[in-house]
């Protein structure tokens, strides 16, 4: 399944629910499924430009790239982990160009702050980055 369509069957599956804030509300206890271990939040992995501190996690695992976050705020924590989900398994040179169409799709960026809009703004950019430099070390090889 390519990352587009990944996205889209996850915009389909989130907007089966019709209330915004109740979508949103199962964004958020999405989030309490993902799991940073402690030794992954450090420095190196804080997200810079987010209001709430989040820590992001990428690794290539068998030529797919895979996300872990974690955050101090629940929402922000959710959030994060629908991109987490969204670039998890995929090619790193889709995860590199595929942009997340869902905070729109489903409604969201009418309800989050401007702050939240650029901390995820800052957590696509973390992601791309890390699938850039998968690609590098990737072809080095």
């Keep these: ?8 069957s ?17 964004v958020v206890m999405r989030g309490h499924a993902m799991k940073l271990d ?6 190196a992995n804080l997200v810079p430009g987010c209001v709430s501190r989040v820590w992001l996690h990428g690794e290539l695992v068998n030529g797919r790239t895979r996300f872990l976050c974690d955050a101090e705020s629940p ?14 398994d995929a090619e790193p040179a889709e995860a590199a160009v595929v942009e997340p169409r869902v905070w729109e799709a489903c409604g969201f960026t009418k309800m989050l702050s401007p702050t ?22 990737n072809s080095s090889l």
């Design 116 to 137: 939240r809009l650029n901390g995820l703004a800052n957590m696509r950019l973390r992601i791309r980055d890390m699938a850039n430099q998968f690609i590098t070390s």
């Design 38 to 43: 402690e030794a992954q939040k450090t420095e």
């Design 1 to 8: 399944m390519s990352l587009d369509d990944k996205q889209q």
């Design 10 to 26: 996850l915009i389909d599956d989130l907007n089966i629910i019709h209330d915004p804030h109740e979508r949103l509300n199962a």
């Design 75 to 88: 929402m922000v924590k959710g959030l994060a982990a629908l991109l987490c989900e969204l670039y998890t």
